[in-house]
């Protein structure tokens, strides 16, 4: 398998703009987590779906950012407008069930808004 | 909110040393990880404990699932230099909401 994919790997973007991150859970996979890393705050939840449906978006910092998975093999992290304080690296988990969470991470996206 | 409290903040170790880092939290967890992070890559899942107590190896590294349910270990042996990173643990309370809570993480470098 091969694994989580994210895509862009890096985005350099201006304030201001709009910005979308993608992600390809495992197939099979029914859960997918966003994250975000940063140094101050550390891995933060940002939303998480299952079987596509958002379930939990209470990290979801501000209204510009936005979630969405279509179907089960795909899914975006929109943020627009982009503001500097939105760099960081964003990370796609999946995972099948929860019995066990042992969530498989993608290789991350790092974002730098100028 | 929850919180995981995770120690040291770094380790610099020489190669061939013991290493040893722990979480706690103020929460009871049903679930305890052990992930590690390499330079420019996500986290990759090392070790996972489900039950109080339980004491689990991968090679050299092993972590123990704390009798109270508030606290775990990672132990790593005769480090070696390709453990360099930043280890982090992450806990997950009843329920199966989904969500898991991470620690600040273990930035472990070491010397050849």
């Known amino acids: 398998d091969a694994g989580v994919i994210q895509s862009p790997r890096h985005e350099v973007t201006e304030m201001g703009q709009e910005v979308t991150l993608r992600c390809k859970p495992i197939s099979g996979h029914d859960y997918l987590f966003w994250y975000r890393q940063t140094m101050m705050r550390g891995l933060e939840l940002l939303i998480y779906?299952?079987?596509?449906?958002?379930?939990?978006d209470s990290g979801m910092p501000e209204d510009r950012f936005s979630a969405k998975m279509p179907n089960a093999s795909f899914s975006t992290l929109k943020i627009q407008p982009s503001e500097p304080r939105d760099s960081a690296v964003y990370f796609c988990a999946s995972i099948w069930g929860l019995a066990y969470n042992e969530q498989f991470f993608g290789p991350g996206t790092r974002l730098t808004v100028l | 909110g929850q919180q995981l409290n995770q120690s040291p903040q770094s380790m610099f170790i020489q190669e061939g040393e013991d290493v040893s880092m722990n979480c706690t939290s103020s929460?009871?967890?049903?679930?305890w990880l052990w992930y590690k992070q390499d330079p420019g890559e996500g986290p990759v899942l090392l070790i996972a404990l489900y039950k109080a107590g339980e004491l689990t190896s991968n090679g050299r590294l092993t972590a123990q699932f704390g009798i109270t349910r508030k606290d775990s270990f990672l132990n790593i042996s005769a480090s070696i230099p390709s453990d360099v990173g930043i280890y982090f643990c992450?806990?997950?309370?009843?329920?199966?909401?989904?969500?898991?809570?991470f620690g600040q993480g273990t930035t472990l470098q070491v010397k050849p």
């Open positions: 779906f299952n079987n596509n449906v958002p379930i939990d």
């Open positions: 992450a806990g997950q309370t009843s329920g199966n909401t989904g969500k898991l809570i």
């Open positions: 929460s009871i967890f049903n679930t």
